[in-house]
């Protein structure tokens, strides 16, 4: 079931349209971006969200011809979960990679930050996912050539998620602090046009995302 709907604007949430043909037009009238919750979400709650936002259609098989044709990769795929983009991790017989159809909310030069980043990271020796040029040479491809998302494909980084722990030992947070400090002090130096941004997560956005969206916790000692 469909348990939220928002649209944000310069990671705010700015309105709340009451269904899915609503939500599009505001988008269209205004821009913004379009925030759906979904809950044990039906394939006909999919489909309808898909035919009234005219989304991509992926599937796995999609993810395969795609790897093969753009970087030569071949093997066992599974899809990944995300919070806005489609992964896709593929093992092959040279090792683990990830392809991943980018949110079209991004633009190029964020997606393009984004690459740097990474690469700046891998240079300073964190152990962090590094793009891979695909056989034409580019970090970012279109995944239809002239239109669709943007696809990367990049290196996998093995491990869990410490969300998935209920308890940190103090060594496992001291490390998590360390590993913290040297991504900072990597990513300092780096400028680029993708890195302008607006996003809700930034903490120094803080105050304003909680103001605009205080209202829809009902219980006011929480709320405050």
């Not at 983009?85 to 093992?91: A, E, Q, S, Y």
């Not at 605009?212 to 000692?221: G, I, K, M, Q």
């Amino acid at each position: 079931m469909i348990v939220d709907r928002a649209i944000y604007r310069d990671g705010v949430r700015a309105a709340e349209p009451r269904d899915l043909a609503a939500m599009r037009q505001v988008c269209r009238d205004g821009g913004g971006i379009a925030w759906i919750g979904l809950f044990q979400p039906t394939a006909a709650e999919f489909a309808d969200i898909a035919d009234e936002f005219d989304l991509h259609a992926l599937a796995v098989e999609d993810a395969i011809e795609l790897a093969a044709r753009l970087y030569n990769v071949i093997g066992e795929v599974k899809e990944l979960g995300s919070q806005q983009d489609r992964n896709f991790r593929f093992t092959t017989a040279t090792g683990r990679y990830l392809l991943k159809y980018a949110n079209p909310g991004f633009s190029y030069a964020e997606l393009e930050a984004q690459n740097i980043a990474m690469q700046q990271l891998a240079a300073h020796g964190i152990a962090a996912p590094s793009p891979i040029a695909s056989l034409a040479g580019n970090l970012l491809e279109l995944a239809d050539g002239e239109g669709g998302p943007h696809v990367r494909l990049s290196t996998f980084v093995e491990g869990e998620p410490l969300t998935d722990t209920k308890y940190l030992a103090p060594e496992v947070i001291g490390e998590l602090g360390r590993i913290s400090a040297l991504t900072a002090l990597a990513l300092a130096p780096l400028e680029h046009g993708g890195l302008d941004r607006v996003l809700q997560w930034d903490l120094r956005r803080a105050a304003a995302v909680v103001k605009s969206l205080a209202e829809f916790v009902p219980d006011e000692t929480t709320r405050t």
